[in-house]
């Protein structure tokens, strides 16, 4: 299972440049925060879709094992029945050879 952890930002003292004002430089890391939240976000989606395909694979592979399961146990099933029908099928047959002479 996975872990995701997610670490706060810590909101950095914001030092201007002489004549800049401070003000000004707050919706810039903002914004930046924003784009890694956004990146953050589209990254875990990505990620979430590729474990549902590989969820969804690994049910089609499951069933068709059962699938091929079941055609295995039916066949398995046909070929230990197979002699005895062949035995009465050979029973009927000389039934009527003696019926009829």
């Known amino acids: 299972m996975y872990r995701i952890f997610v670490a706060m930002p810590v909101l950095p003292r914001l030092k201007s440049a ?18 890694q939240r956004d990146n953050y976000l589209e990254h875990s989606g990505q990620e979430w879709f590729n474990i549902q395909a590989i969820r969804d694979a690994f049910q089609a ?38 019926a009829s002479q």
């Open 18 to 35: 002489p004549g800049q004002n401070t003000k000004l430089l707050l919706p810039r890391y903002l914004q930046n925060l924003m784009a």
């Open 61 to 98: 592979l499951k069933s068709n094992v059962d699938t091929i399961l079941n055609v295995t146990q039916r066949i398995e099933y046909i070929e230990e029945t197979l002699p005895d029908m062949q035995g009465s099928i050979e029973e009927m047959k000389k039934q009527q050879n003696k």
